[in-house]
């Protein structure tokens, strides 16, 4: 089993929908949760940490629920730009600086 | 350099035949980062240098992978009679500070897609 599991899809979406997806993570260690964007053919960069109260940065909602051990991220108002690879990352204090990928998940917007 | 630069972007390489992929860390940044990511995959980690000092290697897949960061800047990602099995995009990152992991964004290079024929 992975240590970071998504759903790979792709997610079809409605330009203006809202789409959400989640990571299941196994290590009940983790302490440091992020989300990266990665374009086709690009570098990963990184969208937004993941605080345990939940957080939000415009569009883009994460969450965090430690018991399940499980994140999420929500997109409200999709934008064709938002087609991309959300990958969901996780640290653990053991792991020093490293960090863990899941494999991603895909989403496409559509006009 | 503005951002993390990574050389060549592109490597095909024969089976057997020996590589070397450099990353050039953002300028200042102490911890460098190497990871292979295979196709429709998420990146995996293979080594963790702080300055000069390669403090992980514990996702190196085999001895044939070696990395160094000689002087704490520039890193050289080497591997040895390349396999079929090694083709993959090989990404860099470094960050700024090994401190608070949630203070500490790794920023990526573009990588080097590496095809072994």
């Known amino acids: 089993r992975k240590e970071v599991e998504q759903d790979p899809g792709p997610f079809n979406v409605p330009e203006g929908a809202t789409v959400a997806f989640n990571c299941t993570y196994s290590?009940?260690?983790?302490?440091?949760f992020f989300w990266y964007r990665q374009d086709c053919r690009k570098e990963p960069k990184l969208l937004m940490s993941?605080?345990?109260s939940g957080n939000e940065d415009g569009r883009f909602t994460a969450q965090l629920n430690r018991a399940s051990q499980y994140i999420s991220l929500l997109i409200r108002d999709s934008k064709l730009s938002d087609s991309a690879t959300y990958l969901c990352?996780?640290?653990?204090?053991?792991?020093?600086?490293?960090?863990?990928f899941g494999g991603g998940t895909r989403v496409l917007v559509k006009p | 350099g503005a951002g993390v630069s990574q050389s060549p972007r592109y490597k095909v390489a024969k089976r057997g035949q020996d590589v070397a992929l450099r990353c050039d860390p953002i300028?200042?940044?102490?911890?460098l980062f190497w990871y292979q990511q295979a196709l429709g995959q998420g990146p995996e980690f293979l080594t963790y240098?702080?300055?000069?000092?390669?403090?992980?290697k514990s996702g190196l897949p085999s001895d044939r992978f070696f990395a160094e960061r000689p002087e704490g800047s520039v890193s050289t990602l080497k591997i040895q009679r390349t396999q079929q099995e090694d083709s993959a995009v090989y990404l860099c990152?470094?960050?700024?500070?090994?401190?608070?992991?949630?203070?500490?964004?790794?920023?990526f290079g573009a990588g080097t897609r590496l095809s072994v024929l």
């Open positions: 990152a470094s960050s700024l500070d090994p401190g608070l992991l949630a203070k500490n964004i790794q920023y």
């Open positions: 290590n009940s260690a983790s302490q440091s």
């Open positions: 993941v605080y345990s």
């Open positions: 990352v996780v640290n653990a204090k053991a792991a020093g600086n490293k960090l863990t």
């Open positions: 300028s200042g940044h102490v911890s």
């Open positions: 240098f702080q300055n000069e000092a390669q403090l992980d």
